[in-house]
Nanobody, 123 residues
């Protein structure tokens, strides 16, 4: 079973940057559609960005132009570069994998999840 481990969260002031990373534990990684999700206290989990095995990306509107998702299939890694962070970006961030190509950025399509990494942005 695919296992995902995130790292790179932390605390930063508004306007700052963070880079999240996710490592997959086994081969076949490149066949999955990968995504980053986040969940703030009291809110539903939302899809932030996704990337297909051919490199096609998509983003939720609130992060377009600020976040960049990327992957290295040789290293089984997925990254999320987050720039110009805002207090509303504060959340637990999760790496997730789907076997459905171009899966909608909705939790129900992603059966594999990491444990999450906390991002806190102060004003």
């Amino acid at each position: 079973q695919l296992q995902l481990v995130e790292s790179g969260g932390g605390s930063v002031q508004a306007g700052g940057s963070l880079r999240l990373s996710c490592v997959a534990s086994r081969g076949g990684y490149s066949t999955y559609y990968m995504g980053w999700f986040r969940q703030a206290p009291g809110k539903e989990r939302e899809g932030v960005a996704g990337i297909d095995s051919d490199g096609t990306t998509r983003y939720t509107d609130s992060v377009k132009g600020r976040f960049t998702i990327s992957q290295d299939n040789t290293k089984n890694t997925l990254d999320l570069q987050m720039n110009t962070l805002k207090p509303e970006d504060t959340a637990m961030y999760y790496c997730a994998a789907s076997m459905l190509r171009f899966a909608p950025l909705s939790s129900q399509y992603f059966p594999y999840w990491g444990q999450g990494t906390q991002v806190t942005v102060s004003s």
